[in-house]
């Protein structure tokens, strides 16, 4: 079965940087659309980032562009997202999710990802 282990949430202080992991259990990463979502509370799950499974399309929120980027090692299958220059609004749960490639870039949107990780919390706050 397909697993998602995600790391790397905590407390920061606004402006500050945290970076998110994601392994899967997969035989090959390259083989899958990758996406970085994130619920705050009483709020819907929303897309943060996404990107391709040949890395040759990638999807940023409004929200993050220019402050967070979405990587993948398909050697090691993880998957990262970069967050910079965080605000107290980015405080979340962060989900990390894949799905098989479809050649085309899906949707950044929670249903068009079947496969999830636990989630992991990060708190921006002075």
């Known amino acids: 079965q397909l697993q998602l282990v995600e790391s790397g949430g905590g407390l920061v202080q606004p402006g500050g940087s945290l970076r998110l992991s994601c392994a899967a259990s997969?035989?090959?990463?390259?083989?899958?659309?990758i996406g970085w979502f994130r619920q705050a509370p009483g709020k819907e799950r929303e897309g943060v980032s996404c990107?391709?499974?040949?890395?040759?399309?990638?999807y940023y929120a409004d929200s993050v562009k220019g402050r967070f980027a979405i990587s993948r090692d398909n050697v090691k299958n993880t998957m990262y997202l970069q967050m910079n220059s965080l605000k107290p609004e980015d405080s979340a749960v962060y989900y990390c999710?894949?799905?098989?490639?479809?050649?085309?870039?899906?949707?950044?949107?929670?249903?068009?990802?079947?496969?999830w990780g636990q989630g992991t919390q990060v708190t921006v706050s002075s």
């Open positions: 997969v035989f090959a990463l390259d083989y899958y659309d």
């Open positions: 990107i391709s499974g040949n890395g040759g399309n990638t």
């Open positions: 999710a894949v799905a098989p490639k479809i050649g085309l870039f899906r949707l950044c949107v929670p249903s068009t990802y079947p496969n």
